[in-house]
């Protein structure tokens, strides 16, 4: 088995055909290629926009009916209880139709030692032959497609609300590093930036990348959460805790829009008190998340008030006179979308390294 560079001519995956099926002399076994993550970012840095807009689409072939999307399946391990390994399958019809799994883990111990909590890989299926015919490094796409969905949704809610001049983020990751990314890519900025995060290190380190690509916000490192909730327009949760943890309804008197990205931040008591969009509301609605346990709380959905496909159709209105809360659980067909636009964008410039006989027993009968 070997790999051949990338070629001279462009040698494009052939699109999937619509309507009838292919006749038996058009299938073939596509070729394989691997994606390694320094080609995904070569491909979507500066691309924040575009991004966003790929994300939008798959959100609404989502709400259309047009995806598979079945629920996540967790790896856990006794002896590991804060770690996992996530698998998310899906389909995504529309021009980028594909079929594919993203296999994600989180170790969060992998923090102590200097190396980011998640690594992921992104299989790419030829929705006629089923055949794979990519392997992506997908921490990059994933980080990207969360972001773009931060992005969008910070861009929506905020329609008819004052210019929000200061952003929060709780939590300084790598999440955190790609929400602040694209808000700045899709026309964002700030006059002030409040970080919080447990880890006073991870805090200093955030705050050192927003002095050095944020020239326009002041930075300002808030010891608990409260000041920085109580005094940003846009509030962003990106942590790894896995129960609630803020639980004052009282300190989003300011009616904030708040990027609920991680999941488990919010007390119920505070979604009751907001108005709640999700990406996905059977999806959203599991594994423990803050949703999942107000619904648990109230026996019923009544406080999630639509999805962000519903707000950008119009079929949802978002008032500006209330806190408003974006809990997404992550959709793999976002990460199908982003993943299936690199390739293509690769393709079409003839740089996919290809895996010549990945395949092998390509004969019926030998």
Not at 24 to 36: G, K, L, S, Y
Not at 105 to 132: C, E, H, M, Q
């Amino acid at each position: 088995m070997t790999v051949t560079q990338p070629q001279s001519q462009p040698q494009p995956h052939p699109q999937p055909l619509s309507g009838p099926a292919r006749s038996p002399e058009d299938i073939r076994v596509p070729p394989f290629a691997v994606v390694p993550g320094r080609q995904v970012r070569q491909v979507l840095d500066g691309r924040e926009s575009t991004v966003t807009d790929v994300v939008e689409a798959a959100y609404q072939l989502h709400a259309a009916g047009r995806t598979v999307n079945p629920a996540s399946t967790f790896l856990r391990f006794p002896d590991r209880p804060a770690s996992r390994i996530i698998a998310l399958p899906a389909s995504l019809s529309g021009d980028a139709h594909v079929d594919g799994l993203k296999w994600i883990s989180s170790f969060p111990a992998n923090i102590t030692a200097g190396i980011p909590r998640a690594s992921a890989v992104l299989i790419l299926n030829d929705p006629v032959t089923g055949y794979p015919f990519a392997c992506m490094e997908s921490s990059v796409i994933s980080a990207a497609r969360t972001a773009a969905s931060a992005a969008s949704a910070a861009g929506r809610l905020s329609r008819g609300r004052p210019r929000a001049s200061r952003v929060g983020f709780i939590g300084t990751g790598l999440i955190a590093r790609y929400i602040h990314t694209y808000l700045r890519g899709t026309g964002w900025s700030f006059d002030h930036i409040g970080v919080h995060d447990r880890s006073a290190d991870s805090a200093a380190g955030f705050r050192l990348y927003l002095e050095q690509t944020d020239r326009d916000g002041r930075v300002t490192v808030h010891s608990d959460p409260e000041q920085l909730i109580r005094t940003s327009d846009v509030v962003v949760f990106a942590t790894v805790a896995s129960t609630p943890h803020i639980t004052e309804p009282a300190w989003f008197d300011h009616h904030p829009v708040v990027l609920h990205i991680s999941l488990r931040d919010l007390d119920p008591r505070i979604l009751l008190s907001a108005t709640n969009i999700v990406d996905d509301a059977d999806h959203c609605l599991r594994a423990q998340t803050s949703p999942h346990l107000t619904e648990q709380l109230t026996g019923n959905r009544d406080f999630v008030h639509g999805t962000l496909a519903d707000v950008m159709s119009g079929r949802v209105s978002v008032p500006t006179d209330r806190t408003v809360i974006f809990s997404p659980f992550g959709l793999g067909v976002l990460d199908l979308a982003v993943g299936k636009y690199v390739y293509d964008r690769l393709a079409r410039a003839g740089e996919l390294s290809i895996v010549e006989d990945f395949f092998d027993e390509l004969g019926r009968y030998g």
